[in-house]
């Protein structure tokens, strides 16, 4: 026990200094700083932003007195990132502020412990630099003062040094772990603060060298101590990269304060009085301490005379000390006025805007610098002597230190309603103004309208349909008969490629009018017209979102094969190969591929009525109106997907991704059981890229489930699962009626063994069990309809499938073909399979494919493509088969063919016209120019099928049709046509008189 208190009681001493120190922290709800009521403004645009779904944060829409300025594209978004998480446990952003504040006394002092222990192996020498490190004038002046993010910096700065000193001391597979823990941790280090990291990446570069060195560290090492800080840049590269090449867009950096006026002198870093107040020009008037601290003086006194007695008697002495001693002389060279000269020569000194701002780096150093020079000091009486000290030393001297600046009594009010109420909520938040556009003026004000023109204000009037932070839309009414000029400039701060403006459904360029957006009225009608806007992330940002992805894409491969027991075979990279492969071409761009047509409609309102507590017995219908109905577990299926996205149509998305994971892996599972593992790996790669197979993977309806269900029907066949099999059999039919077709597997089957059939047939009856209870409740209602079908007199064309099998044929071979090709090609397949007949796994594929032109034959009425799915899954085994065998013309013959079907796959990543997406587009701006609107209805001007989906997609999206005939008609009409609204390739007409009782209403 005692043993085990010692062990942890310098932790135990360092949390009651911290709590010491941060009491003031949460002394008041809200305490007065420096910049703390623009960091209070931003956090609160930065939760309203993100709830808008905007990441990475850019755009602060509400400041700027709501005309918007790139704030988190330029100033250090790692705090706001914090706010936005703990918020959802407090709901209280001033809370939230606090609770980060605190955070960063407590991790920066307990990894700074942690850190030097590691380096120097002395636990007075880690303790004493940790309490020096904490107990700093300037590191209470940045929260208590200042209220600057700089101390997040500092607090993460240790959590990178010790993450690189686990990485030196450990040993194979850990240091990949510790080289990652480092690149992430200098990731969150690079977002952190702007001007700290300037200073910080280097040292911890300098920092690393010299480790490398004294090591005498490997070529391996080295790589990864390079790739580890590379990767840190790499993981901030979404924040450093625009940062860095956007910031000419703006003001940032042209409007420097007069820098040569904030030195403080000696005196004043020896000791000044503290104050809550600003730095002044000069040193008369200074109303903050720019104090480094006595403790931190005693430590560099004492760190001279150590380094001069070495060097004098012994020639040598301890590196770091030296290191870190020459940084503190160096930090503390650069604070005081001796250094202009060098300001002068190198600008990015003068963005820093005061020098003083160093003194972090200062008391970093010398807080290392302490650590070190204790752990030399070999008498354990002197160390214990400095020990104790230098850090009541730190503490005493820092003792008024530790109390915040209340809010004044005349403004504490504003903070019950910070967004209402204080001044400051939607400025621009910086000093300057500088954040905006380079062309601005300066910044906007809350007179600043939201459209004007240059000429007669007459000609326009609009009202506001929606604003959010980053989205809005207005309905405009312009006279062009009255308009002056060409252009309309909106009360929207500019910034090259940020917005996205649509002008009535299409897509229009914005150009810069002195800060603001413009529009020319060109892409304006005459009347009324429908604007909207939206942020997006422009393309150096996206790129630059990309290199940050692709970084992390990186480790994860790293570290995924890094600890893998067994190393990578050729095996495992086909399989990842094919699967990416696969995995690319379904889910690249899916959501604008899908359709959403009358399958997915009917789909979704059921599904829907489910939710809400009408249970289902019957499922989709075959044949359309005329047919009857298939069991429901279709629906049940794509229920949580409805659930988990609030109904939204977008869950048939994530649906088909989760259908076509699970698809992958138990096919390949399957098949490697089957056949064999080249087999399993050579049908996938067929089906990835295949344009027939690509096709159907992507719509969201009952007959998708087929081949899965058939590679899981063969399974359960080769394992005499025969109850099972009944089962899958019957669901496999629910998903669609072809499955039926799969009868001829079972016979070899059954006649080994007839006691089989029974268990086939309770399994296959069962998944009918709904089908039977919505019968007994509606007077055998669907049997009656079953009965009609199978029954139906008429015509018969035996030979009606044979143009359905030709478009089959031609889609699988992604090129037109004849009617001789498709039959050669049938024959050719029932070729082979008729050769491999004799091994089981073949027998049956060849009896189905033999039986299926016969049963479509008996049908006699002309079936539709997707009823030929099931037969995709046995041309794929032929072809995995064949492939297997290893012939070189055999080979050659299908490499020629995969490149082709790569070519064809390749046309399917292209947006699907009048699919979800852009009918979904069509609802959303229905719903957008209707809201708050008198009543309507809707009509269809538009050819075969093409009205279907717009029900479900309105419903979701509010649009509420009353259904009264004697209220206007809006039309959509396919293609659009003269003078209506146009939303891609639909347009929307809407009659003139609900125009005139509903549009524009000057607002402004």
């Given at each position: 026990?005692?043993?085990?208190?010692?062990?942890?009681?310098?932790?135990?001493?360092?949390?009651?200094?911290?709590?010491?120190?941060?009491?003031?922290?949460?002394?008041?709800?809200?305490?007065?700083?420096?910049?703390?009521?623009?960091?209070?403004?931003?956090?609160?645009?930065?939760?309203?932003?993100?709830?808008?779904?905007?990441?990475?944060?850019?755009?602060?829409?509400?400041?700027?007195?709501?005309?918007?300025?790139?704030?988190?594209?330029?100033?250090?978004?790692?705090?706001?990132?914090?706010?936005?998480?703990?918020?959802?446990?407090?709901?209280?952003?001033?809370?939230?502020?606090?609770?980060?504040?605190?955070?960063?006394?407590?991790?920066?002092?307990?990894?700074?412990?942690?850190?030097?222990?590691?380096?120097?192996?002395?636990?007075?020498?880690?303790?004493?630099?940790?309490?020096?490190?904490?107990?700093?004038?300037?590191?209470?002046?940045?929260?208590?003062?200042?209220?600057?993010?700089?101390?997040?910096?500092?607090?993460?700065?240790?959590?990178?040094?010790?993450?690189?000193?686990?990485?030196?001391?450990?040993?194979?597979?850990?240091?990949?772990?510790?080289?990652?823990?480092?690149?992430?941790?200098?990731?969150?280090?690079?977002?952190?603060?702007?001007?700290?990291?300037?200073?910080?990446?280097?040292?911890?570069?300098?920092?690393?060298?010299?480790?490398?060195?004294?090591?005498?560290?490997?070529?391996?090492?080295?790589?990864?101590?390079?790739?580890?800080?590379?990767?840190?840049?790499?993981?901030?590269?979404?924040?450093?990269?625009?940062?860095?090449?956007?910031?000419?867009?703006?003001?940032?950096?042209?409007?420097?304060?007069?820098?040569?006026?904030?030195?403080?002198?000696?005196?004043?870093?020896?000791?000044?009085?503290?104050?809550?107040?600003?730095?002044?020009?000069?040193?008369?008037?200074?109303?903050?301490?720019?104090?480094?601290?006595?403790?931190?003086?005693?430590?560099?006194?004492?760190?001279?005379?150590?380094?001069?007695?070495?060097?004098?008697?012994?020639?040598?002495?301890?590196?770091?000390?030296?290191?870190?001693?020459?940084?503190?002389?160096?930090?503390?060279?650069?604070?005081?006025?001796?250094?202009?000269?060098?300001?002068?020569?190198?600008?990015?000194?003068?963005?820093?805007?005061?020098?003083?701002?160093?003194?972090?780096?200062?008391?970093?150093?010398?807080?290392?610098?302490?650590?070190?020079?204790?752990?030399?000091?070999?008498?354990?009486?002197?160390?214990?002597?400095?020990?104790?000290?230098?850090?009541?030393?730190?503490?005493?001297?820092?003792?008024?230190?530790?109390?915040?600046?209340?809010?004044?009594?005349?403004?504490?009010?504003?903070?019950?309603?910070?967004?209402?109420l204080h001044p400051h909520r939607y400025s621009t938040t910086t000093l300057g103004d500088d954040v905006v556009a380079a062309s601005a003026?300066?910044?906007?004000?809350?007179?600043?309208?939201?459209?004007?023109?240059?000429?007669?204000?007459?000609?326009?009037?609009?009202?506001?349909?929606?604003?959010?932070?980053?989205?809005?839309?207005?309905?405009?009414?312009?006279?062009?008969?009255?308009?002056?000029?060409?252009?309309?400039?909106?009360?929207?701060?500019?910034?090259?490629?940020?917005?996205?403006?649509?002008?009535?459904?299409?897509?229009?360029?914005?150009?810069?009018?002195?800060?603001?957006?413009?529009?020319?009225?060109?892409?304006?009608?005459?009347?009324?017209?429908?604007?909207?806007?939206?942020?997006?992330?422009?393309?150096?940002?996206?790129?630059?979102?990309?290199?940050?992805?692709?970084?992390?894409?990186?480790?994860?491969?790293?570290?995924?094969?890094?600890?893998?027991?067994?190393?990578?075979?050729?095996?495992?990279?086909?399989?990842?190969?094919?699967?990416?492969?696969?995995?690319?071409?379904?889910?690249?761009?899916?959501?604008?591929?899908?359709?959403?047509?009358?399958?997915?409609?009917?789909?979704?309102?059921?599904?829907?009525?489910?939710?809400?507590?009408?249970?289902?017995?019957?499922?989709?219908?075959?044949?359309?109106?005329?047919?009857?109905?298939?069991?429901?577990?279709?629906?049940?299926?794509?229920?949580?997907?409805?659930?988990?996205?609030?109904?939204?149509?977008?869950?048939?998305?994530?649906?088909?991704?989760?259908?076509?994971?699970?698809?992958?892996?138990?096919?390949?599972?399957?098949?490697?059981?089957?056949?064999?593992?080249?087999?399993?790996?050579?049908?996938?790669?067929?089906?990835?890229?295949?344009?027939?197979?690509?096709?159907?993977?992507?719509?969201?309806?009952?007959?998708?489930?087929?081949?899965?269900?058939?590679?899981?029907?063969?399974?359960?066949?080769?394992?005499?699962?025969?109850?099972?099999?009944?089962?899958?059999?019957?669901?496999?039919?629910?998903?669609?009626?072809?499955?039926?077709?799969?009868?001829?597997?079972?016979?070899?089957?059954?006649?080994?063994?007839?006691?089989?059939?029974?268990?086939?047939?309770?399994?296959?009856?069962?998944?009918?069990?709904?089908?039977?209870?919505?019968?007994?409740?509606?007077?055998?209602?669907?049997?009656?309809?079953?009965?009609?079908?199978?029954?139906?007199?008429?015509?018969?064309?035996?030979?009606?499938?044979?143009?359905?099998?030709d478009n089959v044929v031609a889609r699988t071979f992604g090129m037109p073909i004849s009617r001789l090709f498709s039959v050669f090609f049938?024959?050719?397949?029932?070729?082979?399979?008729?050769?491999?007949?004799?091994?089981?796994?073949?027998?049956?594929?060849?009896?189905?494919?033999?039986?299926?032109?016969?049963?479509?034959?008996?049908?006699?009425?002309?079936?539709?493509?997707?009823?030929?799915?099931?037969?995709?899954?046995?041309?794929?085994?032929?072809?995995?088969?064949?492939?297997?065998?290893?012939?070189?013309?055999?080979?050659?013959?299908?490499?020629?063919?995969?490149?082709?079907?790569?070519?064809?796959?390749?046309?399917?990543?292209?947006?699907?016209?009048?699919?979800?997406?852009?009918?979904?587009?069509?609802?959303?701006?229905?719903?957008?120019?209707?809201?708050?609107?008198?009543?309507?209805?809707?009509?269809?001007?538009?050819?075969?099928?093409?009205?279907?989906?717009?029900?479900?997609?309105?419903?979701?999206?509010?649009?509420?049709?009353?259904?009264?005939?004697?209220?206007?008609?809006?039309?959509?009409?396919?293609?659009?046509?003269?003078?209506?609204?146009?939303?891609?390739?639909?347009?929307?007409?809407?009659?003139?008189?609900?125009?005139?009782?509903?549009?524009?209403?000057?607002?402004?």
């Open positions: 026990m005692k043993r085990f208190f010692l062990k942890f009681l310098p932790v135990i001493i360092l949390t009651i200094l911290i709590v010491w120190a941060g009491k003031g922290i949460f002394k008041y709800n809200v305490f007065s700083t420096h910049d703390g009521e623009h960091h209070f403004a931003r956090s609160f645009d930065a939760i309203a932003t993100f709830s808008e779904g905007n990441f990475p944060l850019r755009w602060a829409g509400s400041l700027n007195y709501g005309c918007g300025v790139p704030i988190y594209n330029f100033f250090y978004p790692l705090i706001y990132y914090f706010v936005i998480i703990l918020n959802f446990a407090t709901h209280n952003i001033f809370t939230a502020l606090a609770i980060i504040d605190f955070a960063s006394l407590a991790i920066g002092t307990l990894f700074f412990y942690l850190w030097m222990k590691k380096e120097t192996d002395s636990e007075l020498g880690a303790l004493g630099s940790a309490i020096l490190y904490l107990y700093a004038p300037y590191r209470f002046s940045l929260i208590f003062v200042r209220g600057s993010p700089e101390f997040i910096a500092y607090a993460i700065l240790p959590v990178v040094l010790y993450s690189y000193s686990l990485f030196f001391k450990a040993g194979g597979r850990r240091t990949i772990l510790y080289a990652l823990l480092a690149a992430l941790t200098g990731g969150f280090l690079t977002i952190s603060h702007n001007f700290t990291v300037m200073f910080l990446m280097p040292i911890i570069l300098a920092y690393l060298i010299i480790k490398l060195f004294l090591l005498r560290s490997c070529l391996k090492t080295v790589v990864w101590t390079f790739a580890a800080y590379i990767s840190a840049f790499g993981f901030g590269a979404f924040f450093v990269g625009p940062a860095v090449f956007e910031k000419g867009f703006t003001k940032i950096g042209s409007n420097f304060l007069q820098w040569r006026e904030h030195f403080p002198t000696l005196g004043q870093m020896i000791r000044s009085r503290w104050g809550y107040f600003y730095s002044s020009y000069g040193t008369a008037n200074d109303g903050m301490s720019f104090m480094l601290g006595y403790a931190q003086w005693v430590v560099l006194g004492l760190a001279a005379i150590w380094i001069a007695y070495f060097l004098i008697k012994a020639k040598k002495t301890n590196i770091w000390v030296v290191f870190f001693f020459i940084m503190s002389l160096v930090a503390i060279y650069l604070i005081l006025p001796w250094s202009i000269p060098v300001w002068e020569k190198i600008k990015p000194l003068q963005e820093i805007q005061f020098s003083w701002r160093i003194l972090g780096i200062a008391i970093f150093a010398i807080s290392a610098l302490f650590g070190f020079l204790i752990s030399q000091i070999k008498n354990k009486k002197i160390v214990l002597v400095l020990f104790i000290g230098v850090s009541v030393l730190a503490v005493y001297g820092n003792r008024n230190h530790l109390l915040p600046q209340p809010v004044s009594s005349e403004d504490i009010y504003r903070y019950d309603d910070f967004e209402k003026g300066g910044a906007c004000w809350f007179t600043t309208e939201l459209i004007s023109t240059e000429g007669n204000k007459n000609a326009i009037s609009y009202k506001v349909s929606e604003r959010g932070n980053t989205f809005g839309s207005i309905r405009l009414t312009m006279d062009k008969n009255q308009f002056v000029g060409d252009k309309l400039m909106m009360g929207l701060g500019y910034f090259p490629g940020a917005y996205r403006f649509e002008a009535n459904g299409q897509v229009i360029e914005s150009f810069d009018c002195g800060g603001l957006n413009c529009i020319s009225t060109l892409s304006l009608k005459n009347g009324e017209n429908f604007l909207s806007w939206r942020i997006k992330q422009t393309p150096i940002q996206s790129f630059f979102n990309n290199v940050t992805l692709l970084f992390l894409a990186i480790w994860i491969v790293v570290v995924f094969f890094a600890f893998r027991k067994k190393k990578l075979s050729t095996v495992n990279l086909a399989v990842i190969t094919v699967f990416v492969l696969f995995a690319f071409l379904r889910f690249y761009n899916l959501e604008k591929r899908i359709g959403f047509g009358w399958d997915n409609e009917r789909d979704a309102l059921a599904v829907k009525s489910i939710l809400q507590g009408d249970l289902k017995l019957i499922g989709p219908r075959v044949l359309a109106d005329t047919g009857f109905f298939l069991p429901p577990y279709f629906f049940y299926l794509l229920a949580p997907f409805y659930a988990l996205s609030n109904l939204s149509p977008y869950a048939t998305v994530y649906f088909l991704i989760f259908y076509n994971l699970i698809f992958f892996v138990v096919s390949f599972l399957i098949l490697k059981k089957l056949f064999s593992q080249k087999v399993a790996l050579l049908f996938l790669a067929f089906w990835a890229i295949n344009p027939h197979t690509l096709s159907f993977d992507t719509v969201a309806w009952n007959p998708l489930l087929v081949p899965l269900a058939f590679v899981i029907f063969l399974y359960l066949l080769a394992r005499s699962k025969s109850f099972l099999l009944g089962l899958v059999w019957g669901v496999g039919v629910s998903f669609h009626i072809q499955f039926l077709l799969l009868a001829p597997i079972v016979v070899p089957f059954i006649l080994k063994d007839k006691k089989r059939v029974r268990n086939i047939i309770w399994g296959f009856a069962l998944t009918f069990a709904p089908l039977v209870l919505f019968d007994l409740r509606n007077n055998f209602l669907n049997l009656k309809l079953a009965s009609d079908f199978l029954l139906a007199g008429g015509a018969r064309d035996y030979f009606s499938f044979l143009p359905v099998w049938y024959f050719l397949i029932a070729g082979v399979l008729y050769v491999w007949r004799k091994k089981p796994a073949w027998r049956g594929l060849f009896y189905t494919w033999l039986f299926f032109p016969l049963a479509f034959a008996f049908y006699g009425k002309r079936p539709s493509e997707y009823y030929f799915n099931f037969s995709l899954v046995i041309v794929g085994l032929v072809f995995a088969k064949l492939v297997s065998l290893k012939s070189k013309l055999l080979f050659f013959i299908v490499l020629l063919l995969l490149v082709h079907f790569g070519l064809k796959a390749s046309d399917q990543l292209r947006e699907t016209p009048l699919g979800l997406y852009q009918k979904d587009k069509i609802a959303q701006f229905l719903a957008k120019i209707t809201k708050d609107t008198s009543p309507f209805n809707l009509s269809y001007s538009v050819g075969l099928g093409q009205d279907v989906g717009f029900r479900y997609l309105f419903d979701y999206r509010g649009v509420k049709l009353n259904g009264n005939d004697f209220d206007p008609l809006m039309q959509i009409v396919i293609p659009p046509q003269k003078n209506t609204f146009v939303i891609d390739r639909v347009g929307l007409e809407i009659p003139k008189g609900w125009l005139d009782a509903n549009w524009a209403k000057r607002e402004n």
